[in-house]
């Protein structure tokens, strides 16, 4: 059974930063496309960036460009979010998720419909 659990959120003030990390269990995560999503209440949820644990190819939201960088850690399993110039309208409920393959561009690796894996989420919350 894949299971995603998140962790790191919290609260900060703008210009702060944060680190999220998703641990992955339950399936071969050498070769996959792992990707931060967020939700704000009322909207709808979206993609931040994206993995592919394979080779480490990236694929960044363009409001989050030069502010968030996704890693891996394949040794742990592990997904990583560094949020660093934090800013009020960041502030949502960010998700982890994950599948067996990236769809062919990059651009759809922020689709949420492209996961069939998600964590349970974590709050992040950025303060003016």
């Known amino acids: 059974q894949v299971q995603l659990v998140e962790s790191g959120g919290g609260s900060v003030q703008a210009g702060g930063s944060l680190r999220l990390s998703c641990a992955a269990s339950g399936y071969t995560y050498s070769s996959n496309c792992m990707g931060w999503f967020r939700q704000a209440p009322g909207k709808e949820r979206e993609g931040v960036a994206a993995?592919?644990?394979?080779?480490?190819?990236?694929y960044y939201a363009d409001s989050v460009k030069g502010r968030f960088t996704i890693s891996q850690d394949n040794a742990k399993n592990t997904v990583y979010l560094q949020m660093n110039s934090l800013k009020p309208e960041d502030t949502a409920m960010y998700y982890c998720?994950?599948?067996?393959?990236?769809?062919?561009?990059?651009?759809?690796?922020?689709?949420?419909?492209?996961?069939?894996?998600w964590g349970q989420g974590t709050q992040v919350t950025v303060s003016s």
């Open positions: 993995i592919y644990t394979g080779g480490g190819s990236t």
């Open positions: 998720a994950a599948d067996v393959f990236c769809p062919g561009d990059g651009g759809s690796w922020l689709a949420p419909g492209a996961y069939n894996y």
